[in-house]
């Protein structure tokens, strides 16, 4: 969706190496979530963020950091990064009335 | 701990045919109970959606069956085409103000094969 932007889309990197993903949202929505997508374990939550001085750890949220700067910013940080990190990541986006989320495309995330 | 458990793992239709997915989850309280759709490259987008006052929901050629006491729900997708071949992953989440944070099963990759 394009409305929901996540950048970089690629990201090869070194063990040890902090690393910023970042997901920018035009839809006027106040929630945010960070997911990781690996094969066989579908999506799982990373942290999420009803406002902006909201911030709630999901259910992997361990070696993982997030900053809302901005109603329409959320950005997942990595401190050290660790080869088990590698995976997909999905920034999503819903308002507090629906439940739909929508998400963005994607970073897919390598770390050597 | 998996609250939602989704089967099978892959999946191979034939063009025409019906696909069907199922999903179980643990958790009384889910109150909201959506699939969402993911093709390659993209990120996972809401097909189809269903509370539990209701057994079934249909759009389209998607059904939702939904079975409260059982603790189960599918997705049918009648007449399967093969642009229907993407990634499918149920969910499901609580009320009580939360009803935005899902938690998903492990996911189901249909191949609908000319």
């Known amino acids: 969706d394009a409305d929901v932007t996540q950048t970089p889309r690629n990201r090869i990197t070194k063990t040890g190496k902090r690393i910023m993903l970042e997901c920018s949202q035009t839809k006027g929505h106040d929630r945010m979530y960070w997911y990781r997508q690996d094969p066989g374990l579908g999506l799982r939550l990373i942290y999420y963020s009803f406002d902006v001085k909201d911030i709630n750890k999901g259910e992997i949220s361990d070696g993982y950091s997030v900053s809302r700067q901005a109603q329409a910013k959320f950005s997942l940080s990595l401190e050290s990064a660790i080869p088990n990190q590698t995976a997909l990541y999905f920034c999503a986006t819903s308002d507090s009335i629906a439940d739909t989320q929508y998400f963005g495309p994607g970073t897919r995330l390598t770390v050597l | 701990q998996q609250q939602v458990k989704q089967s099978p793992q892959s999946l191979i239709v034939q063009k025409g045919g019906i696909s069907i997915i199922n999903c179980a989850y643990e958790n009384t309280a889910f109150d909201y109970f959506p699939w969402y759709q993911q093709f390659p490259g993209k990120g996972p987008a809401l097909l189809i959606a269903i509370r539990p006052d209701v057994s079934e929901k249909k759009e389209g050629r998607f059904t939702i069956s939904f079975n409260k006491s059982a603790k189960q729900f599918s997705l049918h997708i009648m007449d399967s085409q093969p642009g229907d071949s993407a990634t499918y992953f149920c969910?499901?989440?609580?009320?009580?103000?939360?009803?935005?944070?899902?938690?998903f099963g492990t996911g189901t990759r249909l191949q609908v094969m000319l």
């Open positions: 969910a499901a989440s609580l009320e009580t103000g939360t009803a935005s944070k899902l938690t």
